[in-house]
């Protein structure tokens, strides 16, 4: 398998690899599965100064980071697509003067509505080269039920816009939604794949506190798929993809080769990356003389991280080193969620620490003769079957 070239070193590189996540956190609606920092504004927004708020925040980390190799920017929410084009053109010009975008992914959050769609032609004049949709689902009363605000006939409209405008572009659909059969999910993705170019994100419906999914589901509104057929779901997910060389490069997305996303590898592959906006998380080596990273995370209140960026220049509400323990779990955590796994020598490169002797041995071999996981000379991977008990098979394996 192909996947891309670049991964943490242990020392600070002049030119060592960084991804740009830009968080905007304004919606029409909150959907009720949602636990996004995602907001619904009542009020006309001041585009221009939250524009400002966004150069502020970026002066104040470009000294430390301009000689980053900048290979990915992502713009997330929220619902990015409701940003102006003349902003997202401004703001990609901004951070083009900081690092070059010129090779950069640029990938853009989008909702499939008619107002949207019809500024894809201007995000890609500005210099998005990605557009990730939320579909969701392709079926009315689902897509009812999800809260979502677009049809399906919406749906695939913005699909062939973004087919006539951009070569790279993914969509986003949710399965194990109540009441949904083995049989309606294939027919389900029989058309879905039919509208993939290259990508695909499969998210499988989690309850999360703090939605309103959580106390409807508490108070039994509605029920969720067992876990079987949750299983049988992913499975033939993964068969149905697989006939159409997409395969699992990460637990929930699907790529032909060549167009994995860059920006989200950039987190498995435990690369620095450096989030703004509110609420934005970032994990950077701004020191030359740390091993790891240090753990960045913004006020989450959209208005309270405006007032303190415009008086401070940024909103840092938490600055930690990252442990040497946390480290290692992070690296293990996220390697095991993408198809090549965690690499031995690059993890005894970020960490000084022999992968195996962090492991138990005794699961470790159980694992393998269960299929669950595969080990050879270079790496430690979970099979497809291992991916659906990722977070159980961390539990177990990590001493």
């Known amino acids: 398998m192909r996947f891309v070239s670049w991964w943490p070193v242990v020392f600070h590189n002049i030119m060592s690899p960084l991804s740009l996540y830009i968080h905007w956190p304004f919606c029409l609606k909150k959907c009720p599965y949602c636990d996004?920092?995602?907001?619904?504004?009542?009020?006309?927004?001041?585009?221009?100064?939250?524009?400002?708020?966004?150069?502020?925040?970026?002066?104040?980390?470009k000294d430390r980071l301009k000689d980053r190799k900048l290979v990915s920017i992502f713009f997330g929410g929220g619902t990015p697509s409701l940003m102006s084009e003349e902003m997202v053109e401004r703001l990609l010009g901004y951070i083009n003067d900081i690092w070059s975008i010129k090779e950069a992914e640029i990938t853009l959050e989008a909702n499939p509505t008619s107002f949207e769609a019809e500024k894809f032609k201007a995000f890609k004049r500005s210099g998005v080269n990605r557009i990730s949709l939320g579909i969701q689902?392709?079926?009315?009363?689902?897509?009812?039920?999800?809260?979502?605000?677009?049809?399906?006939?919406?749906?695939?409209?913005?699909?062939?816009?973004?087919?006539?405008?951009?070569?790279?572009?993914?969509?986003?659909?949710?399965?194990?939604?109540?009441?949904?059969?083995?049989?309606?999910?294939?027919?389900?993705?029989?058309?879905?794949?039919?509208?993939?170019n290259g990508h695909i994100s499969l998210y499988q419906l989690t309850i999360e506190k703090g939605t309103k999914f959580y106390s409807a589901y508490q108070n039994k509104e509605f029920e969720?798929?067992?876990?079987?057929?949750?299983?049988?779901?992913?499975?033939?997910?993964?068969?149905?993809?697989?006939?159409?060389?997409?395969?699992?490069?990460?637990?929930?997305?699907?790529?032909k080769r060549g167009y994995e996303s860059q920006h989200n590898l950039a987190y498995w592959y435990y690369q620095e990356y450096l989030g703004i906006g509110a609420g934005a998380h970032s994990r950077l080596?701004?020191?030359?003389?740390?091993?790891?990273?240090?753990?960045?995370?913004?006020?989450?209140?959209?208005?309270?991280?405006?007032?303190?960026?415009?008086?401070?220049?940024?909103?840092?509400?938490?600055?930690?080193?990252?442990?040497?323990?946390d480290m290692e779990l992070e690296m293990i955590m996220m390697g095991l969620r993408i198809a090549s796994g965690i690499n031995k020598q690059l993890f005894t490169q970020e960490t000084g620490k022999n992968l195996l002797n962090l492991l138990n041995i005794d699961v470790l071999n159980q694992l393998k003769e269960s299929r669950l996981l595969e080990e050879d000379e270079h790496s430690i991977r979970l099979t497809i079957d291992g991916m659906l008990l990722h977070q159980s098979i961390i539990n177990q394996l990590v001493i």
């Open 137 to 196: 689902a392709l079926n009315d009363n689902d897509l009812k039920f999800l809260g979502r605000e677009h049809s399906v006939s919406e749906a695939l409209g913005a699909l062939d816009k973004a087919a006539g405008i951009f070569k790279n572009y993914s969509f986003d659909l949710i399965y194990a939604r109540p009441h949904q059969t083995l049989a309606q999910w294939e027919k389900e993705l029989e058309q879905a794949i039919k509208l993939i």
């Open 224 to 255: 969720l798929p067992n876990e079987e057929l949750s299983a049988q779901l992913y499975e033939i997910t993964a068969k149905m993809l697989g006939k159409e060389q997409l395969y699992p490069y990460e637990i929930s997305n699907y790529a």
């Open 285 to 325: 080596r701004l020191a030359d003389n740390i091993i790891g990273r240090q753990a960045l995370m913004n006020i989450h209140n959209p208005q309270q991280w405006l007032k303190a960026v415009e008086e401070k220049g940024h909103a840092l509400q938490n600055n930690e080193i990252v442990g040497q323990i």
């Open 36 to 61: 996004f920092n995602s907001h619904v504004r009542e009020s006309e927004l001041e585009q221009e100064r939250w524009l400002q708020a966004y150069f502020h925040e970026l002066d104040y980390y």
